[in-house]
């Protein structure tokens, strides 16, 4: 299963989607990918900066798209694999509890036997004038359309609607909003359903209340957003003691209460659960829309016969 976390900026993403992360890998696998511009999660994790493993830097993305490609004919060069290129006949596959899968053990990092972190990265030293955070999530792109569905990923994404209006949306059974109890937050939250309801995954995007304090909090969250919420997370004694830098988010710390919300947010992504192969059609219609661009067509032809459509992922 794949899920992502969105939201404004400080909402809460990083914090819950480490804390459900955590709660996850307690009963199954989890690779938790950092796609945050500001890479918190690794600091959550206390684990330093390494860019070798940073799956946007130049050499990283290049080595996980050669890998990715195989021996797939219908993708003529690394530069041609476009982030909505699809697997076909030939590619290769990532699988997240697979000890011996080469795109873990060169990328992620172990916190936990269950618990992989991967770091998407922030923009390159030279990418930053010709380049825009986009184009790093377009390796994000490809790792995900390459996944299998033998574990659960769990996204940070990064903060504002450009990231959400790509084909990226389209790779997730669930996205949840993390939505603050403030006008700023709801209004964010309204962007972005607009975006989904336009990339046709409207269905697939939900409210999580942070920092609630009260039922009217929750109240103002349902009637703003128009939606009811799958999940509601209180002002947390021990996320504070973090932020003081007293103790390490620990999901173990958590009162009962706020374990429940982790659980309902589980709930609602397993009531959504969709297999890639399900997803794979809305991934072949929106490839095709993309590569259709102008600017593509010019440089690299027609890239719709990329689309395999006798490609199957394993079943699990
Ligand atoms: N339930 C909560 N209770 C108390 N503090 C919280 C809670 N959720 C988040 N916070 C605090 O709010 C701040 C922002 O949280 P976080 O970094 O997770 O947000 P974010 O959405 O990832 O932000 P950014 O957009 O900058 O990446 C942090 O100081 C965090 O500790
Ligand atoms: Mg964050």
């Not at 574990?151 to 990064?158: A, I």
């Amino acid at each position: 299963m794949k899920i992502a976390f969105v939201g404004k900026g400080g909402a809460g993403k990083t914090t819950v989607s480490t804390l459900f992360a955590q709660h996850l890998a307690e009963t199954q696998n989890v690779l938790a990918i950092d796609a945050d511009i500001n890479m918190h999660m690794a600091e959550m994790y206390s684990l330093s900066y390494d860019k070798d493993r940073t799956i946007s830097e130049k050499q990283p993305s290049e080595d996980i798209r050669t890998y990715l490609r195989g021996s797939n004919r219908r993708i003529l060069s690394n530069n041609h694999f476009k982030k909505s290129t699809p697997p076909g006949s030939g590619s290769r596959l990532i699988s997240v509890t697979d000890q011996s899968d080469w795109f873990m053990q060169t990328y992620a990092r172990r916190v936990t036997d269950s618990l992989s972190t991967v770091v998407v990265g922030t923009y390159s030293e030279d990418g930053i004038a010709s380049s825009c955070y986009h184009n790093n999530l377009a390796i994000l792109e490809n790792v995900l359309s390459h996944t299998i569905d033998d574990g659960t990923v769990v996204v940070d994404m990064v903060a504002g609607t450009d990231a959400f209006a790509s084909t990226l949306f389209a790779q997730f059974d669930a996205l949840f909003f993390v939505a603050e109890p403030t006008t700023r937050s709801l209004a964010v939250y309204k962007q972005y359903e607009v975006l989904a309801e336009k990339g046709g995954v409207g269905d697939r995007l939900h409210v999580i209340g942070n920092k609630v304090e009260s039922d009217d909090d929750r109240v103002f969250i349902e009637q703003t957003s128009g939606k009811r919420v799958v999940s509601v997370l209180s002002r947390s004694m021990h996320i504070l003691a973090v932020d003081k830098g007293q103790e390490k988010l620990n999901v173990s710390r958590l009162r009962d209460a706020e374990r429940q919300a982790l659980e309902d947010v589980m709930r609602c992504a397993d009531e959504h659960r969709m297999s890639s192969q399900e997803r794979l059609p809305k991934l072949w219609a929106l490839h095709k829309t993309y590569v259709s661009q102008a600017f593509i067509k010019e440089r690299f032809g027609d890239l719709t016969d990329q689309i395999d459509r006798s490609f199957t992922y394993p079943q699990i």
